[in-house]
């Protein structure tokens, strides 16, 4: 999968009170990628992330996928590409508390009615080095671990894009750097593309493409 910016712009806010987040972003990421995006808190980092994730619509500009403009797809057929093709890393876990490891991975799978999953949702567990937690609920376990649940979520239904927006950011040296060595092996060994929001100069060093956002534009 392919996702290309063309000349991207987004705003928030009307009239006097419209604010320009992003300004003229040209981008492609694709599988393979392996792409940090860093920058000052408020430059349009996680605007920029939200576009290429197709969790957010441009004021201006052009989003393709796989060749075909956004604007000629139906929320039904984005939905279905981000459910399929993308998966996503938020600094929050957005877990569910009261579902354990196992049902959080399932869930998405659930809906997305996806073949085997319950033997997709253990494989990506025991992937990140969560196999002895599967029925452990998300306020059993640490920061790291929330977290490395929330890749499993991201990853169990093999997507070709992944997307974290400061996956460290809430999370101590040493249980980020476990985190930043699943992300950095689901591009390695299981091929998906990476786009990595950071602060944090580690995750930079090791990407293969680093991308600065500076006051909505990319430098
Ligand atoms: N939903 C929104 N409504 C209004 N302004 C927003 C919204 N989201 C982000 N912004 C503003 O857009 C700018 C860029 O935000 P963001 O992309 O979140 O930056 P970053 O992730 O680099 O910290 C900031 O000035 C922020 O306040
Ligand atoms: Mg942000």
Redesign the pocket.
């Known amino acids: 999968m392919r996702i290309e910016l063309c000349s991207v712009s987004?705003a928030?806010?009307r009239g006097q009170g419209r604010?320009w987040?992003?300004r003229d972003a040209t981008l492609t990421v694709e599988k393979g990628t392996h792409l940090a995006?860093v920058?000052?808190?408020?430059?349009?980092?996680?605007?920029?992330?939200?576009l290429l994730g197709c969790l957010d619509v441009p004021t201006a500009g052009e989003v393709l996928l796989d060749g075909v403009s956004r604007a000629s797809l139906s929320d039904r057929q984005l939905s279905l590409v981000r459910r399929t093709q993308m998966g996503f890393v938020f600094q929050q876990y957005y877990l569910n508390e009261s579902m354990t490891a196992l049902q959080n991975v399932l869930l998405p799978l659930e809906l997305g009615r996806v073949a085997d999953r319950r033997a997709k949702a253990a494989e990506a567990l025991r992937w990140v080095g969560l196999e002895h937690k599967l029925s452990s609920l998300p306020g059993e376990m640490s920061g790291g671990e929330q977290q490395r649940m929330a890749i499993a979520r991201a990853l169990a239904h093999g997507p070709a894009l992944v997307f974290a927006?400061?996956p460290t950011g809430n999370l101590d040296s040493e249980s980020g750097n476990v985190v930043l060595e699943v992300l950095q092996a689901l591009h390695d060994e299981r091929g998906a593309g990476l786009v990595l929001?950071t602060h944090d100069d580690r995750v930079a060093a090791r990407a293969t493409q680093v991308l600065r956002?500076r006051d909505?534009r990319l430098e």
């Not at 408020?42 to 939200?50: A, Q």
């Open positions: 987004k928030y806010g604010f987040a992003l995006i920058g000052p808190s408020g430059s349009g980092k996680s605007t920029l992330l939200h927006d400061e929001v956002v909505g």
